[in-house]
């Protein structure tokens, strides 16, 4: 097996260029040349000053990769047999905007934050034994957005772009096509049934990922009555954030950002009272936060808004909780303020804390939703950094429930128009340059680029010399090929990993509404029971005590 660099090709590229350029531009052709030949020199350099090898010298030798290969056969082979057992528990992991190359990049930057080349590291996802292709159309986009997309892999239906918990015969900020066209949830599926159910997130509660899993609304962009049309608010449509907490009115744990919604015009935020765009956006008067309070003071549920409150939460004793952190989404993890704003991790641990106590079981989405919200803004270190936090709490998930009884799905909504390529050199930073310069403008170039948005930007007419600013801050914002305001979703197909039971079902390439009808089907709730009933599944098996090769196994994996 080959490393992933490849000199070879990168150095006849270059040579094919220079004797070109040499035909044709003579004395150019050769300053040229000599240009690429200093750029290849340094980050030898480079590399050199760094006393870190080109790849790790274990690698040299064939009996590495095949006993890696080896091993990986052998626990390909003891997961032969499907987990057929019923799914106790059912937790979605949704990386919104999380392609492909999201994933990979983000494998790479998780190594490279622990001291290790990067590419060879695996994410906790990618120790999940099932993985298979969505197809994220929307009825009406060829490229899709997140509330068609949402309502297909929560309610099982495919739906029109900017409209979520309806079916395609409704229309984007038509009202009048609400009624009659309402699709319900897997979410209210497990509910139910008797399950606790969960929403954690890292953008607003009432954004397009976590609306479709409770709210109808025919526009994704209604999140409180503030925003809505007065036509709409005539014919009777409600915002999503009053369909929070009226239409499931008892879903056990809700956490992630968007207070100022829940809060009557005007008022100023407990955080930032000060600044007038955090503060309430509610016309009806009404301060939805105050009266889930009054709701539950007598059902152990707890408000909370910070990090601190969270964390001083007993979940052995709280059966609901509503943590609103931030008047709108969450800070980035990278911005975040480690001793007032909990991480995507921290939340997940209290959630699952929680909801695990019923004997029935429970239904969790989680979203990394602003992977999406730094790609968007050309942001690609924000992008990976909250895709690397959402993966910490995957990993943190596993370690609170059993593979025997909780099927736990990971996927993405849609991808976007990232990558990153350049022949860069092994453990080459995620976010450095390429090793060449470009062979038409003759300036270096950073691995990772977008097809189009803000990063597109001119000087004196030609494309920006990154060496002159620093790519490596946080917010530095990564070229582009079009300019955009903000940068687009990409339309290929992203992956599912899926692992516990019935996850051998999430297989090969599906349309992305099949992800819920498998969740369903694995933990008898929905329509398809009839197998639950039949006694095929033998839930005598999810509480048998793992065998021994399970367990070597289940180490090896989290080693």
Not at 293 to 320: C, F, H
Not at 383 to 408: F, K, Q, W, Y
Request: glycine fraction near 10%.
């Amino acid at each position: 097996m080959q490393s992933s660099y490849r000199p070879p090709p990168l150095l006849r590229f270059s040579s094919r260029f220079d004797r070109g350029a040499q035909q044709t531009f003579g004395r150019r052709g050769s300053e040229i040349r000599m240009t690429k030949v200093i750029t290849l020199i340094l980050s030898c350099l480079v590399w050199g000053g760094l006393g870190k090898p080109q790849f790790p010298e274990q690698e040299k030798d064939p009996v590495f990769w095949n006993s890696w290969a080896q091993r990986t056969l052998k626990n390909a082979l003891n997961t032969q047999e499907p987990n057929k057992n019923v799914a106790k528990n059912i937790i979605l992991f949704l990386g919104d905007g999380m392609g492909v190359p999201t994933v990979t990049a983000a494998r790479i930057l998780k190594g490279q934050l622990s001291g290790q080349y990067g590419e060879e590291v695996q994410l906790e996802m990618d120790k999940f034994p099932y993985v298979s292709l969505s197809k994220t159309y929307n009825t009406n986009a060829q490229v899709p957005d997140s509330a068609g997309t949402a309502t297909a892999y929560l309610c099982g239906v495919k739906a029109n772009e900017g409209t979520v918990g309806v079916n395609a015969a409704a229309v984007r900020g038509q009202c009048n096509t609400t009624q009659g066209n309402e699709v319900t949830s897997i979410l209210k599926w497990a509910k139910d049934a008797g399950k606790s159910v969960g929403i954690v997130t890292t953008t607003r509660v009432n954004h397009a990922t976590p609306s479709a899993a409770y709210a109808h609304c025919v526009d994704r962009d209604w999140y409180s009555d503030g925003e809505m049309p007065a036509e709409a608010l005539q014919d009777g449509c409600k915002d999503i954030a009053r369909q929070l907490m009226e239409n499931i009115p008892d879903i056990n744990v809700i956490m992630g950002g968007g207070r100022k919604y829940m809060l009557p015009k005007n008022t100023s935020d407990v955080e930032y009272p000060g600044e007038k765009k955090h503060s309430g956006t509610r016309k009806d008067g009404r301060n939805l936060i105050q009266e889930w309070i009054d709701r539950m003071k007598d059902k152990k549920g707890y408000y909370v808004w910070n990090k601190q409150e969270l964390l001083s939460v007993n979940p052995t004793t709280a059966d609901y909780l509503l943590g609103l952190f931030e008047p709108s989404d969450l800070t980035y993890d990278l911005d975040r303020d480690r001793s007032t704003d909990p991480s995507l991790t921290e939340m997940v641990e209290v959630a699952i804390k929680i909801l695990r106590k019923n004997p029935e079981g429970f239904y969790l989405l989680v979203e990394g939703g602003r992977i999406d919200h730094g790609h968007h803004e050309g942001k690609a270190k924000q992008a990976l950094h909250e895709a690397v936090e959402m993966d910490r709490a995957i990993g943190r998930a596993g370690l609170l429930t059993s593979v025997h009884d909780t099927l736990t799905v990971v996927t993405a909504d849609h991808s976007h128009v990232f990558n990153f390529g350049g022949y860069t050199m092994r453990g080459n930073s995620i976010f450095g340059l390429a090793p060449m310069v470009s062979d038409v403008d003759q300036k270096p170039f950073t691995s990772i680029l977008y097809g189009n948005g803000p990063g597109f930007k001119l000087v004196n007419g030609s494309r920006v010399n990154v060496s002159t600013v620093d790519y490596q801050q946080n917010d530095y914002q990564a070229q582009a090929a079009v300019p955009l305001r903000m940068e687009t979703h990409g339309g290929e197909d992203v992956a599912v990993f899926a692992k516990g039971p019935m996850a051998h079902l999430l297989h090969g390439v599906q349309e992305q509404n099949y992800i819920p009808h498998v969740m369903a089907y694995a933990a008898c709730v929905g329509q398809n029971k009839a197998h639950c009933r039949s006694g095929n599944s033998a839930t005598s098996i999810a509480i048998a005590p793992p065998s021994l090769a399970l367990i070597i196994t289940a180490t090896w994996l989290l080693c």
